[in-house]
């Protein structure tokens, strides 16, 4: 049995969750399935997998084995579509991560114009949380709003202009005290998400001073859903703090309004990120191509719904 072809097998298995959906991807029987993986492990000399009737679960080895099978896949699909030239049709499946809200309501459009132009390439749209690793994972492409380290990955800027940003709807603050300062907000009740801090908000240090600011507080409720939050904050139930593009729609038709704006902290860029050299894979340069004036052009529009900046 061909190696490679049995490492495709066993990755689908993995993405799928079990070996009938891996069989159903590949259009092969549960049986050739079956086998492909037995003849890995007889090659690792290991168990890669515990199966159970229903589901599959990767054994120590096997999450190992995994990484390594990913990249050997990716280099192999990298080397083939170099070796067909750099004006080969884009064609495959395209890999794109990115978090919930900003891959729905930003990305996802423009990852529908661009199935149009190139009805070749299947995208798998990941909405994650967290920061993927793009090799282990098998990722092509990441949106990624924040500060980038260094590292040998190709980063491409699409905004910039990306805050952490306090918000409340106009019924709620004409029926509590004014939001002056960072300070205030322990008087008022707290909307938080598990990504921007659950019992406390770090402001930059005040005028004068080097020493950030950290408000502590006893939230009214606590989601791990950035439409739950929104939806809480425009409801009247209290502040939120949220990213500008989460909330520009509802700060532009003033359901919401944007507090503290003397004291929020830098705006912090977007990119999409590939891993280096997946650029010369037609698929993944065609999308570049496409995505980012769109990005670009999206993000500016979201950053001046999000308000002007006050006096």
């Known amino acids: 049995m061909d190696r490679i072809e049995a490492m495709r097998v066993f990755i689908a298995a993995l993405d799928e969750g079990s070996l009938a959906g891996a069989g159903r991807q590949l259009g092969r029987s549960p049986a050739a399935v079956s086998r492909a993986i037995a003849f890995l492990e007889q090659q690792v000399g290991a168990a890669l997998l515990h199966r159970?009737?229903?589901?599959?679960?990767?054994?120590?080895?096997?999450?190992?084995?995994?990484?390594?099978?990913?990249?050997?896949?990716?280099?192999?699909?990298?080397?083939?579509?170099?070796?067909?030239?750099?004006?080969?049709?884009?064609?495959?499946?395209?890999?794109?991560?990115?978090?919930?809200?900003?891959?729905?309501?930003?990305?996802?459009?423009?990852?529908?114009?661009?199935?149009?132009?190139?009805?070749?390439?299947?995208?798998?749209?990941?909405?994650?949380?967290?920061?993927?690793?793009?090799?282990?994972?098998?990722?092509?492409?990441?949106?990624?709003?924040?500060?980038?380290?260094?590292?040998?990955?190709?980063?491409?800027?699409?905004?910039?202009?990306?805050?952490?940003?306090?918000?409340?709807?106009?019924?709620?603050?004409?029926?509590?005290?004014?939001?002056?300062?960072?300070?205030?907000?322990?008087?008022?009740?707290?909307?938080?998400?598990?990504?921007?801090?659950?019992?406390?908000?770090?402001?930059?240090?005040?005028?004068?001073?080097?020493i950030a600011r950290s408000v502590q507080f006893k939230p009214c409720l606590i989601v791990n859903s950035v439409r739950a939050a929104l939806g809480a904050a425009v409801g009247g139930l209290g502040v939120t703090r949220l990213y500008t593009y989460h909330v520009a729609e509802r700060v532009h038709d003033g359901s919401l309004q944007r507090l503290l704006q003397h004291a929020e902290p830098p705006a912090m860029p977007v990119h999409l990120l590939t891993p280096q050299g997946r650029p010369s894979v037609p698929k993944v340069r065609a999308f570049l191509d496409f995505a980012v004036p769109r990005l670009r052009a999206e993000f500016a529009r979201l950053s001046s719904e999000a308000g002007p900046l006050e006096p």
């Not at 952490?164 to 009740?189: F, G, K, M, N, T």
Request: charged share 25%; hydrophobic share 45%.
């Open 52 to 210: 159970t009737t229903r589901t599959i679960k990767l054994s120590e080895i096997g999450e190992r084995y995994a990484v390594a099978c990913r990249r050997v896949l990716v280099d192999l699909q990298e080397a083939e579509a170099v070796a067909g030239g750099e004006h080969a049709a884009p064609r495959g499946t395209l890999t794109i991560t990115a978090p919930p809200i900003s891959g729905e309501e930003i990305l996802r459009p423009i990852i529908d114009a661009y199935l149009d132009t190139f009805p070749a390439v299947t995208v798998n749209l990941v909405l994650l949380d967290r920061n993927a690793n793009l090799v282990e994972e098998g990722i092509d492409v990441a949106l990624r709003v924040a500060e980038l380290p260094d590292s040998s990955q190709m980063a491409v800027r699409v905004g910039g202009n990306v805050k952490r940003v306090v918000v409340a709807s106009p019924r709620y603050l004409a029926q509590h005290p004014r939001i002056d300062e960072p300070a205030d907000l322990a008087q008022h009740r707290i909307v938080t998400t598990t990504h921007f801090g659950r019992d406390a908000w770090v402001f930059p240090p005040a005028a004068g001073s080097s």
